[in-house]
């Protein structure tokens, strides 16, 4: 069965480092995100990415974040300087699009996770 | 603006105890809602999903109805397992580009 692939599986990093954390979604879906998790509570929507360009994004996607498609397969996540509170699980996820046109099921398809330690 | 509420857990159970955990959403327009669950050290994974009012899904014996009259969307099981120890998330979908979870339910099972 397709799966969404995320490497690493975990990283620590120093404060001030750069991150970039790589995702390969499914391959015929479309729609492309990254949520995170902090402390294993409450999955926080970052960025949405469609047609090679962010649909939507949210107040924690502030200037250190940015996210490519460099080529037809990998997601990639840069957070260009960390802080001590980017320390999370991030999650990649993808969707389909559905018979009925653009908008499909809902239906996301998660990653297994890359933690992230920033000391 | 559109959000889920999820009772807090954590929810200590019995093997073979009736289950309940509580959602309700707050949108516009009609979503479709979710339920995900999440086992230790794994990513999220859909248990079930309900695209339009009174519509039930079901799923390894858990189930939900899309109640729109009280705007909720309900997690049932009649009979727990250990197995199903688990952080159960709600969520919701409006046809856009986000999908919106709730703060998640820890369920713990005993045997």
């Known amino acids: 069965e397709p799966e969404v692939t995320q490497t690493p599986s975990h990283q620590v990093t120093q404060m001030g480092q750069e991150v970039i954390l790589r995702c390969v979604p499914i391959s015929n879906h479309l729609y492309f995100y990254w949520y995170r998790q902090i402390l294993g509570q409450k999955v926080e929507f970052l960025v949405s990415?469609?047609?090679?360009?962010?649909?939507?994004k949210s107040e924690i996607f502030d200037d250190q974040f940015s996210v490519e498609r460099p080529d037809g397969s990998n997601f990639t996540l840069k957070i260009r300087s960390t802080k001590l509170e980017d320390s999370a699980m991030y999650f990649c996820?993808?969707?389909?699009?559905?018979?009925?046109?653009?908008?499909?099921?809902?239906?996301?398809?998660f990653g297994e996770g890359s933690r992230l330690t920033v000391l | 603006g559109n959000s889920v509420t999820q009772m807090e857990g954590p929810v200590t159970l019995s093997e073979e105890a009736f289950l309940t955990i509580n959602c309700t959403y707050t949108?516009?327009?009609?979503?479709?809602l979710f339920w995900y669950v999440q086992y230790p050290g794994e990513g999220l994974q859909l248990l079930l999903k309900a695209t339009k009012a009174d519509d039930k899904g079901s799923n390894k014996g858990f189930e939900a109805t899309y109640r729109k009259e009280t705007t909720s969307f309900h997690l049932e099981k009649g009979s727990v397992q250990v197995s199903d120890s688990a952080v159960y998330f709600c969520a919701l979908w409006t046809g856009g580009f986000k999908t919106i979870f709730g703060a998640g339910t820890r369920l713990f099972v005993k045997a």
């Open positions: 996820a993808s969707r389909p699009t559905g018979t009925s046109g653009i908008s499909g099921t809902g239906e996301l398809f």
């Open positions: 990415f469609y047609n090679n360009e962010i649909s939507e």
């Open positions: 949108a516009t327009g009609y979503p479709s």
